[in-house]
């Protein structure tokens, strides 16, 4: 009888060390799906954050010049962004893809750890299983392109001669009475752009802008010289900022013909371009900010300075890459106005 008790004993004491063993397994698997599995997900977050990075600052290069040496698939400012965006200032392009016909970048990129493979992350606990290793692998695809449809931040449209061969220029003043650095760009009687309008659109219900589609074409005009009613609270945020030196630049669009008269005018619209705002002064009782914004310096030039009678916007056509959202994309015109989005 002493025997086996002595040998029941030794049975349990073998039978417990194997349940301890098997628990361990599963612990050091919940260990590595708790520590490991959160180590690749804050690799791959900053894989993905590289890649994103990467292709926006590919295509904002290729959408303002597609000669640049970063518009290539051995882009330096790939590799930049790659690395600024990890935590141990590594990172690892895999590949820049271009197709310049239809305006598009996709960037892939990888984890990097130093002395250690490409797109390989260590892990710790996971080796009880059998993996040293995880890979990390991101993809990013961005498009650019001139903008065809969306809201404009501002009701106001522009004629084409107003616009063409001068972006890139000097601060113009833009009279909603006068053609500005055109003098043959008049269209309606004192050089309006319609009898009773002066390039104002109807605007969104509620709100300063006007919603644009190029491939319809035609935008409804409204009448009378005042600044709209929706907007003095943007034109305020426009001041606050240029005041405090930041820059306002806005992409409005771009009319070659303008029929009829009043608020039944038709601007026939064609493009966007992007203007660089320094100015303006409306009728409506919207200049809520000091006189000296509206006509002298350090804002506005003595010679560009609009006083008395003078109704007006103040600044300067600009070639401009646009991360706004809300715009269809086309492809690229001759206005220098063009938008990159991330598609994936």
């Not at 073998?14 to 260990?31: D, H, M, N, Q, T």
């Not at 290069?61 to 640049?68: E, M």
């Not at 039944?264 to 619209?269: F, Q, S, W």
């Not at 320094?278 to 919207?286: D, E, I, Q």
Request: with cysteine.
């Amino acid at each position: 009888m002493r025997r086996l008790m002595i040998d029941d004993g030794d049975g349990e004491r073998g039978a417990v060390a194997v349940l301890i063993a098997l628990l361990l397994v599963v612990l050091l698997g919940f260990a590595a799906l708790a520590v490991d599995a959160g180590l690749l997900y804050s690799e791959r977050a900053q894989v993905q954050n590289g890649s994103d990075a990467a292709a926006l600052a590919v295509a904002q290069t290729c959408a303002a010049n597609t000669s640049d040496p970063n518009c290539s698939a051995t882009s330096q400012i790939a590799a930049d962004m790659a690395n600024k965006n990890a935590n141990n200032g590594l990172g690892n392009i895999k590949s820049v893809n271009l197709d310049l016909s239809n305006r598009k970048v996709t960037v892939t990129a990888g984890a990097q750890q130093a002395g250690g493979a490409p797109n390989a992350v260590s892990l710790f606990f996971a080796r009880v299983l059998g993996f040293s290793t995880g890979n990390v692998v991101t993809s990013s695809s961005v498009q650019w392109g001139s903008a065809v449809a969306g809201r404009t931040a501002f009701p106001l449209a522009y004629s084409i001669c107003q616009v063409q061969g001068y972006i890139g220029g000097a601060l113009q003043l833009l009279e909603e009475h006068g053609s500005g650095a055109n003098p043959s760009c008049n269209y309606g009687p004192s050089g309006a752009a319609v009898p009773g309008g002066f390039g104002w659109l109807v605007q969104d219900a509620g709100l300063c802008g006007s919603t644009i589609n190029l491939a319809t074409s035609e935008a409804g005009s409204a009448s009378g010289n005042s600044s709209p009613a929706n907007c003095p609270a943007t034109l305020q945020k426009w001041g606050d900022t240029i005041t405090a030196g930041g820059n306002i630049t806005v992409l409005l669009p771009v009319f070659d013909v303008a029929t009829g008269s009043g608020a039944g005018a038709v601007y026939h619209l064609v493009s966007f371009a992007a203007f660089k705002v320094t100015g303006w002064k409306f009728s409506g009782g919207n200049n809520t900010l000091p006189e000296s914004f509206h006509n002298s310096s350090p804002y506005v030039s003595s010679s560009l300075s609009c006083t008395g009678g003078c109704r007006g916007i103040i600044g300067s056509f600009v070639k401009y890459v646009s991360l706004a959202d809300g715009y269809s994309l086309g492809s690229v015109d001759a206005f220098g106005a063009t938008i990159v989005r991330l598609t994936n």
